[in-house]
């Protein structure tokens, strides 16, 4: 499923990028460029990032 669908970011992208990141949405979101056109995927990304937190 699309994250973002403007930069075609998925779901596995994103849960991949954060584990490298060690959590970072900003350095997610530096590597991945989601968030940074429209804007409407940033909640989506905030609820995914919060339920991979919680996980730990």
Known sequence: MYVCV???V???DLKNSL???DGNLHA?????????KCGRCKPSVETLLKRIQTRK
């Open 19 to 21: 584990n490298k990141s």
């Open 10 to 12: 998925t779901e596995t």
């Open 28 to 36: 997610c979101q530096k590597s991945l460029g989601f968030s940074t």
């Open 6 to 8: 403007c930069k075609k």
